[in-house]
């Protein structure tokens, strides 16, 4: 049987995160019928690499989930041996257009994200449930965040140890005197 590039659904992922791309097992969703119209589902598909989008040591991460919906993409010929060396290789069998040898790629017919970024009409949005972490870690003591137009914080800003909102003042004096530094 000559495989085709065909919806599934992600049942386990393997490597997400902060590794190098990893891959999912997958159920093809579409079942298979024969000539009276009877269905049987197909086999799990295992090992299927995902896209990620990357260039270099830069890449945006957003691994799939079980449960997602995607397509399984089919290479001509077998890449067991690609997918275990991460480099140029001559095909592992003369398996062709076989479900073994697929590509995940994910994003079709999901739900609405409850986390997300990128742009909603003209705004760019970050919405999510942990923390928004910018990390440049080789950063000199010039190192700085930049950001053109106001800012507007809906709880406390923190520098430091000080709270923008609820920081103290010492050497508070009246008339045309200031303040120390916050504390």
């Known amino acids: 049987m000559i495989g085709a590039n065909t919806l599934v659904r992600v049942k386990a992922v393997h490597a997400a995160g902060l590794n190098p791309v990893g891959t999912v ?4 969703m579409v079942h298979q019928q024969d000539g009276i119209g009877r269905t049987t589902p197909h086999g799990t598909l295992c090992g299927l690499p995902y896209l990620r989008i990357q260039g270099g040591k830069r890449a945006f991460i957003c691994d799939p989930s079980v449960g997602d919906i995607g397509a399984a993409i089919i290479c001509g010929r077998d890449i067991s041996n690609v997918k275990s060396t991460r480099s140029e290789a001559a095909p592992g069998s003369y398996r062709q257009h076989d479900y073994s040898d697929g590509l995940y790629l994910g994003g079709y017919l999901n739900a609405a994200p409850e986390e997300y ?35 507007a ?21 009246g008339g045309s005197s200031t303040t120390s530094t916050p504390e």
């Open 25 to 28: 097992d997958v159920q093809i």
């Open 117 to 151: 970024c990128g742009w909603v009409g003209s705004d760019f949005h970050v919405k999510t449930a942990g923390k928004f972490v910018v990390d440049a870690s080789e950063c000199d003591i010039n190192c700085k965040v930049n950001v053109t137009g106001p800012v």
């Open 153 to 173: 914080a809906s709880g406390d800003v923190t520098a430091g140890s000080i709270s923008l909102e609820n920081h103290v003042h010492g050497g508070v004096q």
